[in-house]
């Protein structure tokens, strides 16, 4: 159980175009959703948080209109790169937190995503 | 600002020695704590919860945690060289301004099991 998704699992783009991610729950109920963004041997570094419903709350020095999120359903989270560029490739990763626990999170496998 | 604290390391230990990985956190009133396991190119993978005084076992792996000296551990016992990872310490703290619990990672502390 507690298994989350993440589609695709790497994209490459051009610089200047927009790239959607998906992050699905696929066995449980997930209100809450984390993006994170990891760089090469660096620590994971949460971007926002996503509740179903709600807008999305973003980090501090994330822009929020570059990444678009979008929660719209207890499954389902989407993170959207606006107008990608080549510093925006990075290894993308949503985790979930299942509805009954508020405690838990179980991550995706991750996105890598590079802009050329 | 609320942090959590980790060794990067690394930590080297031989085959079927006892790895041990430490964390501090800076926020008392945590409840949650967390240690993950990361390979290099993958996403973490939950190995242990922890929400009370004392010690929880599973398996080869013992968590342990102090609330008072803010405080939380991982032991791997037998280490194999497939536990080779770094190994992330997450902190689940109360943010008033939302009333939510957000995780909050270490930096994580690499752990190398030679043969």
């Known amino acids: 159980g507690a298994v989350v998704s993440q589609h695709p699992s790497w994209v490459i783009c051009k610089s200047g175009t927009s790239v959607k991610i998906e992050c699905r729950s696929l066995?449980?109920?997930?209100?809450?959703m984390f993006w994170y963004r990891q760089f090469p041997k660096q620590s994971l570094m949460l971007m926002a948080t996503?509740?179903?419903?709600?807008?999305?709350?973003?980090e501090q020095g994330v822009e929020k209109d570059k990444f678009l999120i979008n929660h719209a359903s207890l499954t389902l989270s989407t993170l959207t790169v606006t107008s990608a560029h080549p510093e925006d490739s990075s290894f993308y990763i949503c985790?979930?937190?299942?509805?009954?626990?508020?405690?838990?999170?179980?991550f995706g496998p991750g996105t890598r995503l590079t802009v050329t | 600002q609320k942090e959590v604290e980790q060794n990067s390391g690394p930590l080297s230990v031989p085959e079927g020695a006892i790895a041990s990985l430490n964390c501090t956190y800076s926020d008392r009133g945590s409840q949650s704590f967390f240690w993950y396991r990361q390979y290099s190119g993958k996403s973490p993978e939950l190995i242990m919860s922890i929400y009370s005084n004392g010690d929880k076992e599973d398996g080869r792996f013992t968590a342990q945690l102090n609330k008072a000296s803010q405080y939380v551990s991982l032991l791997i016992r037998d280490s194999q060289p497939s536990d080779s990872a770094t190994y992330l310490c997450a902190v689940n703290i109360l943010f008033s301004s939302g009333g939510s619990y957000i995780p909050t990672f270490g930096r994580g502390t690499s752990l190398i099991v030679h043969p």
């Open positions: 985790s979930a937190r299942d509805i009954s626990d508020d405690y838990e999170q179980y």
């Open positions: 996503s509740n179903e419903g709600s807008k999305a709350t973003y």
């Open positions: 066995d449980f109920q997930a209100t809450t």
